[in-house]
């Protein structure tokens, strides 16, 4: 028989296969991410449980909304000792009542955010209508065994690509209670160069968004005025990058 990890693995991969092949990025609806996690949550909980509470869990983007829903299913004895949460793409009001059941009652969930994630930044606002995701900002008031971390300086300004690599020294720094560190350089400097071209881009591009794909969204004038507030909030912001 399977071991209770293999299992456990085997159940992420296959929820994580069935999204990518029900939902596809280019056609994905928020609200149905949303409804699949909520839908999917029982079976991860249920494979989780096996651990019996020796265990930890990351999660990314829109995969800590699948966390949220799912770990606080669990008896508080079976929940993780660790839970850590990057760039998690679900708002805070949403995250809130879940945050305290999502680890056993000796555990901690680690909560890493970035302000210069332009993915939440910009998508996940169009998205929800406007709310700030959980990822781009600390915790508006603290939670028992919740801590909020600044992601920025490990991933630089490209920052919601790149949590996998700066995963584990940003972990062991939050586990050890170590500021963040000051970085400053080139690398960080093409980072933001990049950034700049591609939201130039990508603001030549909002314009002519079709009519059609304005009707996905609940109505398609809080929409367009959605867009238009997030257009010019980021032409404010593409000069701030530049150097």
Do not use: K
């Not at 596809?24 to 839908?39: N, V």
Request: glycine letters at 6%; hydrophobic letters at 40%; one cysteine or more.
């Amino acid at each position: 028989p399977a071991s209770p990890a293999a299992s456990a693995l085997g159940a992420c991969r296959s929820l994580v296969t069935r999204w990518r092949l029900q939902r596809p990025a280019r056609h994905l609806l928020f609200r149905e991410a949303e409804l699949a996690a909520a839908q999917d949550a029982r079976l991860l909980a249920e494979e989780c449980s096996q651990f019996g509470g020796d265990f930890r869990v990351v999660a990314f983007s829109l995969g800590c909304r699948l966390a949220l829903e799912a770990l606080p299913l669990l008896p508080p004895d079976r929940r993780p000792r660790e839970v850590h949460l990057c760039a998690a793409a679900v708002t805070e009001r949403f995250a809130r009542p879940h945050l305290p059941h999502a680890c056993s009652p000796e555990g901690r969930v680690f909560h890493y955010f970035s302000s210069s994630d332009e993915v939440l930044n910009t998508g996940f606002r169009l998205l929800s209508q406007g709310d700030p995701a959980l990822g781009s900002a600390p915790l508006a008031q603290s939670l028992p065994n919740v801590t909020s971390h600044d992601a920025s300086n490990y991933c630089g300004v490209l920052v919601h690509d790149s949590y996998g690599s700066a995963f584990d020294r940003m972990a062991s720094d939050a586990l050890q209670g170590r500021e963040p560190p000051v970085v400053e350089g080139e690398w960080l400097q093409r980072q933001r160069a990049q950034l700049q071209s591609s939201v130039s881009a990508a603001l030549g591009r909002l314009p002519s968004a079709p009519t059609a794909r304005l009707g996905r969204l609940p109505s398609a004038p809080t929409a367009r005025e959605i867009i238009d507030t997030v257009q010019a909030w980021l032409q404010q912001r593409v000069p701030r990058f530049g150097r």
